[in-house]
């Protein structure tokens, strides 16, 4: 009787270890441990034959064989189960794949470029001064020598919004707004968003960037704004570049003139870049008019000054090679990702 414990226990364990289905372990489960007909409930049956003396010790063993299978079961069972969840796993799952990046954000080109800027006037002791977007008609105007009636207003079209206010077409005003607030010596850089209205194509945006430098003190000549914008174009396009300076005319300054930098590319001889003229045109400068002095409430015949101001989208065109200004607002990741 023993034996045939012993033998019931051992065909268990080998079945219960092949096992693949919980259907299968159900079928398995009946066949040996069904109250009726079970092959354990079986061999019990036999009890009733053993000679009194020996049926306690068979009905010990007999329950230690039924724990024993039941325990082989639940092994099984075990298997089976985490078996199942692996395979579910795997398939909604591929562990082994590797993870996607998560997208860190980064500085805008403009922002990176307007830096770069920030930093060469501060260590030349400039103070940053932001002005208001939406300016009067007089500090955008007529504080920079632009009567109501005169032709520059046609170039300078803007917005113009209730109560005589416009948006700010240039960061011009701040040089007024600047010199009232403070007696020469005066030395600020003035960034800021500026807006004309012109029709948005390659090289035309009715919102863009400007920076601007001023510097009015006593004895300040026309050599001090070339040494000054000569070494700015030289930071922000490379040591080889040279810069000249073509007689203009602007409201806010006399004498006045533009800014061109020598072509990168060409460095000069002509190319596709700058058109074939061997240099860029970067902005306007010019001494600070007398008149404009004069409205500030400085005596011309003391004090003198510089200005001059750049487009930031105009740099970062030409340091990065973009041909269309539109890049900049379209909010392409795959062209603001080349700027790390
Ligand atoms: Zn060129």
């Not at 501060?122 to 007089?138: K, L, N």
């Not at 403070?182 to 920076?211: C, E, I, S």
Request: net charge neutral.
């Amino acid at each position: 009787m023993s034996d045939q414990l012993s033998a019931l226990e051992s065909e268990v364990a080998a079945k219960a270890a092949a096992v693949q289905t919980e259907a299968d372990l159900e079928s398995l489960r009946n066949e040996f441990l069904a109250r009726k007909g079970g092959r354990l409930s079986q061999v019990m049956a036999s009890l009733g034959r053993l000679p009194k003396e020996e049926r306690a010790e068979f009905g010990r063993r007999a329950n230690e064989s039924k724990e024993r299978i039941e325990a082989a079961f639940g092994q099984a069972q075990q298997r089976i189960l985490n078996a199942g969840l692996q395979a579910e796993l795997a398939q909604r799952y591929d562990v082994t794949f590797p993870g996607i990046p998560a997208r860190l954000g980064r500085q805008h080109v403009l922002r990176r470029t307007l830096n770069d800027v920030v930093e060469f006037f501060h260590r030349r002791g400039f103070a940053v001064v932001m002005g208001p977007e939406v300016e009067t008609e007089f500090f955008n105007f007529e504080a920079m020598n632009i009567p109501a009636d005169h032709p520059a207003r046609d170039a300078m079209d803007t917005f113009y919004l209730a109560g005589g206010t416009l948006l700010r077409t240039h960061t011009s005003p701040m040089q007024m707004r600047t010199l009232l607030a403070y007696p020469p010596p005066v030395a600020v850089l003035v960034p800021g968003r500026t807006f004309r209205r012109d029709a948005l194509d390659a090289r035309h945006a009715f919102n863009f960037h400007q920076f601007e430098g001023l510097q009015v003190d006593r004895g300040i000549t026309f050599g001090h704004l070339k040494g000054f914008v000569t070494d700015l174009c030289r930071h922000l396009y490379g040591a080889q570049r040279r810069t000249r300076f073509r007689p203009s005319y602007f409201q806010f300054t006399e004498p006045s003139a533009e800014v061109d930098v020598s072509c990168a590319v060409c460095d000069g001889s002509g190319c596709r870049t700058c058109g074939g003229a061997g240099w860029l045109e970067m902005g306007g400068s010019g001494m600070v008019h007398p008149n404009v002095l004069r409205t500030a409430g400085h005596d011309p015949e003391m004090y003198s000054g510089w200005a001059f101001g750049l487009g930031i989208e105009r740099i970062a065109m030409v340091r990065h090679g973009i041909d269309d200004i539109r890049a900049f607002t379209e909010s392409d990741p795959g062209f603001l990702e080349q700027f790390a």
